[in-house]
Antibody, heavy 121, light 112 residues
Framework: QVQLVQSGAEVKKPGSSVKVSCKAS????????ISWVRQAPGQGLEWMGG????????NYAQKFQGRVTITADESTSTAYMELSSLRSEDTAVYYC??????????????WGQGTLVTVSS | NFMLTQPHSVSESPGKTVTISCTRS????????VQWYQQRPGSSPTTVIY?????PSGVPDRFSGSIDSSSNSASLTISGLKTEDEADYYC???????????FGGGTKLTVL
């Protein structure tokens, strides 16, 4: 089982960027599929994108293409999600999740505690 | 692209069995594995079923998953309901055509 600890809550201005971290322990970080999933207040889950650290290349949901960057630092077992051009609709809890990806399969077994990002002027 | 449709809410009594459905709008439900996540109020999601019917370690065998090609849907069945099972449940699959993840809208389970 992988433990995922995320960075703390953020308050950002519209138009700015936010970078959230997710530090993993208890597993082989490099080989896991790390994804970022967000949840707006009172809404459902929404996948933003993911990365497998050993491969290094991230893939993104079409909705967030060009606005989100997901990276991973194998030396610190930490994944990052940066979202730019923030707007009020980006106010949400952002979760990292760790799991498996192979062929047309992607799922997660472990989740971080979530990071609340509030976008407000 | 396809959608996964879940009932908005279900309710059942403690000790009973409940089934939550997840219907795929196009393409075969068997084409891509379905996962189920539980989210209790104020908490992070947890995984209760992966690859259609596999339980992660620590998930009780009261939770089971299945797919039905005739209805093109997946189901999560919880038997011996407990008040602690009260939560939102989300199904999830993968869209091979655009390499995107698809979530159902979530089902609120009330145990009363």
């Amino acid at each position: 089982q992988v433990q995922l600890v995320q960075s703390g809550a953020e308050v950002k201005k519209p138009g700015s960027s936010v970078k959230v971290s997710c530090k993993a322990s208890g597993g082989t970080f490099s080989s896991y599929a790390i994804s970022w999933v967000r949840q707006a207040p009172g809404q459902g889950l929404e996948w933003m994108g993911g990365i497998i650290p050993i491969f290094g290349t991230a893939n993104y949901a079409q909705k967030f293409q060009g606005r989100v960057t997901i990276t991973a630092d194998e030396s610190t077992s930490t994944a990052y999600m940066e979202l730019s051009s923030l707007r009020s609709e980006d106010t949400a809890v952002y979760y990292c999740a760790s799991g498996h990806s192979y062929g047309d399969v992607l799922f997660w077994l472990d989740w971080g505690q979530g990071t609340l990002v509030t976008v407000s002027s | 692209n396809f959608m996964l449709t879940q009932p908005h809410s279900v309710s059942e009594s403690p000790g009973k069995t409940v089934t939550i459905s997840c219907t795929r709008s196009s393409g075969s439900i068997a084409s891509n594995y379905v996962q189920w996540y539980q989210q209790r109020p104020g908490s992070s999601p947890t995984t209760v079923i992966y690859e259609d019917n596999q339980r992660p370690s620590g998930v009780p065998d009261r939770f089971s998953g299945s797919i039905d090609s005739s209805s093109n849907s997946a189901s999560l069945t919880i038997s011996g309901l407990k008040t602690e099972d009260e939560a939102d449940y989300y199904c999830q699959s993968y869209d091979s055509s655009n390499r995107d993840v698809v979530f159902g809208g979530g089902t609120k389970l009330t145990v009363l």
